[in-house]
């Protein structure tokens, strides 16, 4: 088995064990009322030199783990349905401010309102490569399946972040 599915099995373990009551999460959320989302945990990345940022949102950790230094390392952009209607996107940009290059591991989830129940929707970014000292925007996408117009979603957060020297 190579060792980016294993990698993807363990993101999705630890996904898993996130949103069935793991307790104590640093994860952020990016709300809005453009956000929606997906009952697929089907997911697609890219990434593009960038060094723009917005105000959306972002993740903080404490501590001083790889999975902590990278969820300070990710911020959430923009979480929305595609103009198609199609897929739910999470845009964000990832800022490595230490001297060596790192593949990051970011998994998003698509939420709504607190007290109201929504299919899981997970989107992932796999092993983008960021340099050291720079940023790089990635999205993370998954299918939209729901029947409405995906107003069910609100909001995303990182659900998983770690990165290892790439």
Same mark, same amino acid.
């Given at each position: 088995?190579?060792?980016?599915?294993?990698?993807?099995?363990?993101?999705?373990g630890?996904?898993?064990?996130?949103?069935?009551?793991?307790r104590?999460?640093?994860?952020? %959320?990016?709300? *809005?009322?453009? !956000?929606?989302? +997906? =009952? /697929? $945990? #089907? @997911? %697609?990345?890219? *990434?593009?030199? !960038?060094?723009? +940022? =917005? /105000? $959306? #949102? @972002?993740?903080?950790?404490?501590?001083? !783990?790889?999975?902590?230094?990278? $969820?300070?390392?990710?911020?959430?952009?923009?979480?929305?349905?595609?103009?198609?209607?199609?897929?739910?996107?999470?845009?964000?940009?990832?800022?490595?401010?230490?001297?060596?290059?790192?593949?990051?591991?970011?998994?998003?989830?698509?939420?709504?309102?607190?007290?109201?129940t929504?299919?899981?929707?997970?989107?992932?970014?796999?092993?983008?490569?960021?340099?050291?000292?720079?940023?790089?925007?990635?999205?993370?996408?998954?299918?939209?399946?729901?029947?409405?117009?995906?107003?069910?979603?609100?909001?995303?957060?990182?659900?998983?972040?770690?990165?290892?020297?790439?």
């Amino acid at each position: 088995m190579k060792l980016r599915h294993v990698r993807a099995i363990a993101v999705f373990g630890i996904a898993l064990v996130a949103l069935t009551g793991a307790r104590g999460s640093h994860g952020a %959320s990016c709300g *809005g009322g453009s !956000s929606h989302g +997906s =009952s /697929s $945990s #089907g @997911s %697609s990345s890219s *990434g593009s030199d !960038s060094n723009s +940022s =917005s /105000s $959306s #949102g @972002s993740v903080s950790g404490v501590g001083g !783990s790889s999975k902590d230094r990278a $969820s300070r390392d990710v911020k959430i952009d923009e979480c929305a349905l595609s103009a198609d209607g199609k897929n739910l996107v999470a845009k964000l940009t990832i800022t490595n401010s230490d001297s060596s290059a790192y593949l990051y591991d970011v998994t998003m989830q698509f939420k709504g309102d607190a007290g109201k129940t929504v299919d899981l929707a997970l989107a992932q970014v796999s092993d983008l490569r960021v340099e050291g000292g720079a940023s790089k925007s990635a999205e993370a996408s998954t299918p939209y399946t729901g029947s409405g117009n995906g107003s069910e979603y609100t909001r995303c957060e990182v659900s998983f972040a770690d990165r290892t020297i790439g």
